[in-house]
């Protein structure tokens, strides 16, 4: 049942049940990004300050980069079902440790239960479906890896609201937070298995019908690298400071955008919620964006003219400080943060292009860790930096313009690296290596996984749909009564 072989799509399946499941399991994951809405009422239960609770979310965001550098190939070897069971325990397991650390009023028991073993979970479950959805559109694989992470970041859009209702039904004392997580642990778990039992993978050799494959480009290999073998190349070296490069400012911006927004802006702090939701909103529009240029332009100069776009975002970011203008800091926020989605939206259609579709979970596995560096780095780079310069008489008043214009600066580091980047050579004499990995056969399958619609596909995409459209209507309403 959750065995590699045992996954393989049959012939009435199609692979439009792929994305929701898929976003599914991303979705779940991403509460993540939503645990910000909890630390208020931890450090209160807690007794400690909010900082100390956000050591959890540092955590965390680490094992995001590290469980999938460590599990890359056991997923590609395994398959995506078993990878997302196993995740779904670990990641609801650590939330069921956490409510019960907070109960107790353990801080280092909620952040090594939240961090490691959650965490863990998360980093798991966020490489496993991956690739699967990359392989199911061939022609889409920048669509494909940005819906996939899209549902990364509708995690953090729908987490959030979702935690503030269950907060309010359970109340903010020890025992109430201890319950909140366990209701977390169900609807996540609940979410994550269902998603693992819609995934299937397609049979070996499989294409959508009337599919072409387009003519090579300045770095689409034409035959699968192997995953010991692509590690040793500059492609990979160059995929992993791009990726850091994306990453690390928006990561750092997200992780502070409340308090940079009312310091730069002299804003209130209620409008605060109001310009996070927008972020919310722009990040998960990039995840998309992006990836549907890169399939028309191709990830390189995609990935080029991103980097440019996310540069001159920062640098009006300041600018716009520096006039007044409140909504040109909000446009060009949401600009460099739409960047920063992106980026990471078509990193799993780069490494497909650079080194094949056969290893590209155990490879892009390897590639996280850039991710979670800029995860972690990021925010703590924002504030030591914007700290340190308000020290300084001479430049305490333009502290946060230098901070921007360095993330500027990275950006553009991170475009010229993406120009090195090249197709990888000597590819066909690893194609045997690559073939060890996928041990599984289609089972007497002849014609499977067709590309129609189904009624299945119909309910599939409405239970994913639903809940974004009612989180998405909750930022809009806190868009409308701030700007109201």
């Known amino acids: 049942m959750l065995s590699k072989a045992d996954t393989v799509a049959g012939p009435t399946y199609t692979r439009w049940l792929a994305p929701p499941a898929v976003f599914l399991v991303h979705m779940a994951v991403g509460q993540l990004n939503a645990l910000s809405v909890l630390l208020p009422s931890l450090a209160t239960g807690l007794e400690v300050s909010q900082a100390t609770v956000g050591w959890a979310y540092a955590v965390a965001s680490l094992f995001l980069g590290i469980a999938p550098a460590l599990v890359g190939s056991w997923v590609d070897w395994q398959g995506p079902r078993k990878a997302i069971v196993v995740a779904a325990g670990l990641f609801c397991a650590g939330l069921i440790l956490a409510g019960i650390a907070v109960s107790r009023g353990s801080t280092i028991g909620f952040v090594a239960a939240y961090g490691l073993v959650a965490g863990f979970g998360i980093g798991m479950g966020y490489l496993a479906p991956v690739a699967t959805l990359v392989r199911w559109f061939p022609d889409r694989p920048g669509l494909a890896s940005g819906f996939s992470i899209m549902g990364y970041g509708a995690g953090g859009l729908v987490g959030a609201p979702l935690a503030r209702m269950i907060v309010d039904a359970c109340g903010r004392t020890p025992d109430g937070l ?75 911006f997200l992780g502070h955008a409340a308090g940079i927004f009312t310091a730069m802006t002299r804003s209130p702090a209620e409008a605060a919620a109001a310009f996070v939701a927008m972020l919310g909103l722009a990040n998960m529009l990039g995840r998309v964006v992006w990836p549907i240029v890169s399939d028309d332009r191709g990830r390189k100069r995609t990935f080029s003219l991103m980097f440019l776009v996310m540069a001159l975002a920062f640098c009006a970011v300041p600018w716009a400080a520096a006039e007044r203008s409140t909504g040109g800091f909000i446009v060009a926020s949401m600009v460099a943060v739409a960047c920063f989605g992106g980026g990471s939206a078509m990193m799993p259609a780069y490494v497909r292009d650079l080194f094949g579709t056969m290893g590209v979970g155990a490879i892009y596995g390897r590639v996280l860790p850039a991710r979670a560096a800029a995860g972690f780095f990021g925010p703590v780079f924002i504030v030591s930096a914007s700290g340190a310069l308000a020290t300084i008489p001479a430049v305490a008043s333009h502290a946060w313009s230098i901070v921007f214009l360095v993330l500027a600066a990275i950006a553009l580091v991170g475009g010229l690296v993406n120009r090195t980047i090249r197709r990888v050579d000597g590819a066909k004499a690893h194609l045997g290596e690559m073939l060890t990995m996928t041990p599984f056969a289609v089972k007497g399958v002849a014609v499977a996984a067709g590309s129609g619609v189904s009624p299945a596909t119909v309910v599939a995409w409405s239970v994913v749909g639903l809940p974004v459209l009612w989180a998405i209507a909750d930022s809009l309403f806190r868009i409308i009564r701030y700007v109201g």
């Open 178 to 252: 201890q319950r909140v997580f366990l209701i977390l642990a169900v609807v996540y778990g609940v979410a994550m298995l269902v998603g693992a039992w819609l995934l299937r993978i397609p049979p070996r050799g499989w294409t959508p019908f009337g599919f072409v494959p387009p003519r090579s480009t300045t770095v689409v290999t034409e035959i699968p690298v192997a995953p010991d073998v692509a590690l040793k190349t500059p492609q990979f070296r160059g995929l992993v400071i791009v990726l850091l490069c994306s990453a690390i400012g928006g990561a750092g």
